[in-house]
């Protein structure tokens, strides 16, 4: 305390400009370590640019992020398949009709197909079709699967099924797959035996799915998961 006196006296003794020029330096010193001592906060609350990563970057971009949602074929499995494809157009209505290249292009051959339709700008949807050609009439009313010892069983309501004939009948029957029907589908892709009955008012016939047929089947699926259809 007594030096801080004697400090202040012999200031007061001074001549004024010294006592200005004194002020001044001890001023500047005052300043200089504040803004050394902002500069360190600055660092630290991210003002200044730092070496180390900002809070702010872009976050790490994850591979589900990039893969497509949409679909869960590969680009090579998707092209496979389409080269197996019948292509048909209808240019009136504007749609495009994606058929295995070994189902029947008409209704006088038997069939167990499904295939994909798509409207220019929509989405592809998938039809399911089990068609009848012999000369004799089944009037069909349902079909029963068996797929390696599973029963499933559709019965069409009526109008469903539609005939015609000439010197021989067809009948087939074309829709729009319920979520069901598509499961029973791909378990027939997989299975080791599939029968198929066609159940008319007096007679059926059964029908051994070909291995050509389970193929056709899982092009057609890949194609329509290749378009972005969701199963």
Known sequence: MNFIKKVWLTFRQLKTWLQIIIVLVIISLFGALGGNGSSSTDLTSGGSPSSEPSSTSSPEVTSEETSNPTTLVSDSEFKSALSK????????????????????????????????????????YLRFNIQYFGSDWLFIQSYFFNVDGDIYQITPSYGEINTDNNTDVWEWYDVNPSSENLEMIQKIIKSKKTVVRLEGRQYYKDIIITQTQKTALKNVLTVFQGLGGKL
């Open 85 to 124: 494809m019948r292509i048909e157009r209808d240019e009136v209505k504007n749609l495009k009709f994606y058929y295995d290249k070994s189902s029947p292009k008409y209704r006088n051959r038997n069939a167990f197909e499904i295939y994909v339709g798509q409207a220019a700008g929509g989405d592809p």
